[in-house]
């Protein structure tokens, strides 16, 4: 299993802590840190969509004007203004078994307790 985040953002600190917990093993990768390629951006956003991965309420969001913005919904540009700005991304992103998930929520916890 796969967690992307950032490790200042509240929601990966309690999802690698319950991870931990439960003892499951993980591979995290800090998108700010490390970054991620738009490959597999583009592949997120194939599967999970615009709406989905793009977090609208982020301050990154906020600073983007007009054009930016409609860029980071755009299938043919997306991946690439979120690979500049890994901010804009939702988070956490779980790859788990080939699936993709955004988020902390009760019903990836019970997922992720198998």
Request: charged share 30%; proline share 3%.
């Amino acid at each position: 299993m796969k967690i992307y985040g950032i490790k200042s953002c509240d929601g990966c600190r309690k999802a690698r802590r319950f991870l931990d917990e439960i003892e499951r093993d993980h591979q995290w990768t800090d998108l700010r840190e490390d970054g991620v390629d738009e490959a597999t951006i583009q592949r997120w956003l194939d599967v999970l969509g615009a709406e989905t991965l793009v977090n609208r309420r982020s301050t990154t969001w906020r600073g983007l004007d007009e054009q930016q913005r409609e860029q980071a919904m755009a299938k043919t540009s997306a991946a690439n203004l979120l690979a500049a700005h890994p901010t804009l991304i939702k988070r956490p992103v779980f790859e788990i078994d080939g699936e993709l998930s955004v988020g902390f929520t009760p019903a990836i916890q019970d997922r992720l307790r198998g």
